[in-house]
């Protein structure tokens, strides 16, 4: 039985730095800048320490004129450490090189269809690498009157394609490349596989559901067809994005009380497990909490739906920067990045029926959720939320109408804004005795 193991990366994407989409992120800034390069360069390790046949590298590896010289440069060094070790890499390459390339690459120009050969050590099995634009390869340049069937046998024929292209061609093996999430779907004895990017870059990563892993693939195939083909998720991220869940206990009054309870659940709570990470970036969502806090809570919320201002000192900022300090205690460090605040409970429930200036705004603004193309509103003098419904014929075709028009999802998201923050001025205005 031959076995052949090869690593497959995909979407380096050198040129694309990390961020948190925060002022605050200058304390760490040169960490992010360099996350990526740290990063690519754990691939070629795994390389190396895993002993594979090639290397395989897919999607956008870096975009030449973001990147500048340095990306050359890294890419280069990286390519003569595997030589160093009689290791290939097959590249399918989606941007310019300047100059030579080390004998040990073997590129896959875009536009191009190219089939290139892989022989194992002992000489008993050859691999083909095919790579093709469009539906069908022209492979009428090769002579394959040699292979039995004169075309390339299955269970040694590696496909490279882009997300979103199907090949239209029998390969054991189709490399994915050009996609930010991992996937694989399995047909028969054939495997189609993206390992995805190598690394989370922005808060967004958290935003699905799970939150998607970041990594290379080992690979290995029976070129006999005795055994299914095996893909092994390698970890090499040096950075990772985090999210703790949490319910804000009632008996906290205070900011100061919060970040004391918010301390102590990073200390118990951070995650435990192994990590090849050298820095976790967490961000928190906060829900729950009695009516004392809540005021605290709603202040928080209302920070994120603005930009930071240089100088500006904000509560939930004060509370991140404290628990920075605690996470840069334990290892590997921690940085806390967000205070993500849940919305259910920062309007207190008593408005609901209170008989009072906040009261009537509450009920309207719920009101206009519920029914959002209303004129006619109990209680209320008609009017209508529809914005262009104020704006002249002219205006209507022109940015300022677009700015107007909002979807129901969003229409809603801003009325529950603007009731948060509504509530919030009323209370400050009855705290100093004024108008709101």
């Known amino acids: 039985m031959k076995i052949l193991k090869f690593l497959h990366a995909s979407d380096l994407r050198l040129h694309v730095p990390a961020t948190c989409w925060t002022m605050r992120e200058e304390a760490i800034r040169a960490e ?5 390069w740290a990063t690519a360069e754990r691939v070629f390790d795994a390389a190396v320490v895993q002993k594979v046949d090639f290397l395989l590298l897919t999607g956008e590896v870096m975009d030449s004129e973001q990147v500048g010289p340095r990306g050359n440069a890294f890419l280069e060094k990286q390519f003569r450490r595997l030589a160093e070790v009689g290791i290939p890499v097959y590249w399918q390459q989606t941007d310019a090189w300047e100059g030579t390339l080390p ?6 120009p875009e536009g191009e269809t190219l089939v290139r050969k892989f022989t194992l050590s002992d000489a008993s099995k050859t691999v083909f690498l095919v790579r093709w634009d469009g539906a069908t390869p022209d492979l009428s340049r090769y002579d394959l009157s040699k292979l039995p069937g004169e075309k390339l046998p299955e269970r040694l024929t590696l496909a490279l394609r882009r997300e979103g292209e199907e090949p239209n061609m029998l390969a054991a093996y189709t490399a994915v490349g050009n996609s930010e999430s991992r996937g694989t779907v399995a047909d028969g004895g054939r495997v189609r596989h993206a390992p995805g990017t190598i690394l989370g870059r922005t808060p967004e990563v958290l935003e699905g559901e799970p939150s998607p892993d970041f990594g290379v693939s080992l690979v290995r195939m029976d070129l006999d067809g005795e055994k299914p083909i095996s893909i092994q998720f390698l970890p090499v991220e040096t950075i990772c994005w985090r999210e703790y869940a949490v319910t804000v206990p009632v008996t906290l009054h205070t900011a100061a009380e ?3 309870w918010l301390e102590t659940q990073l200390r118990e709570r951070r995650n435990v497990g192994e990590s090849v990470a050298k820095r976790e970036l967490l961000r928190w969502r906060l829900s729950g909490g009695g009516e004392e806090i809540q005021p605290v ?19 939930g900022n004060v509370i991140l920067e404290r628990l920075c300090r605690v996470g840069d205690s334990l ?35 719920v009101f206009h ?8 509103v109990p209680g209320f003098v008609p009017h209508t939320l529809d914005l262009e419904a104020y704006l002249s014929a002219s205006q209507r075709g022109d940015r300022l109408g677009t700015a107007t028009r909002q979807d129901a999802d969003a229409l809603n998201e801003t009325l529950r804004e603007a009731e948060i923050l509504g509530i919030d001025l009323f209370e400050a205005a009855n705290r100093e005795g004024g108008d709101a």
């Open 258 to 260: 919060l970040g004391n």
């Open 297 to 315: 809570l709603r202040q928080i919320y209302l920070e994120n739906l603005r930009p930071e201002r240089p100088g500006e000192t904000r509560v």
């Open 369 to 376: 959720r519920n029914n959002p193309t209303a004129v006619e």
């Open 331 to 365: 290892s590997p460090p921690v940085w806390s990045f967000g205070l993500e605040v849940e919305d259910a409970k920062l309007v207190p429930e008593s408005l609901e029926t209170s008989e009072s200036f906040p009261g009537d705004f509450r009920r309207l603004a």
């Open 32 to 36: 992010l800048l360099e996350a990526v």
């Open 103 to 108: 004998e040990n690459v073997f590129p896959f």
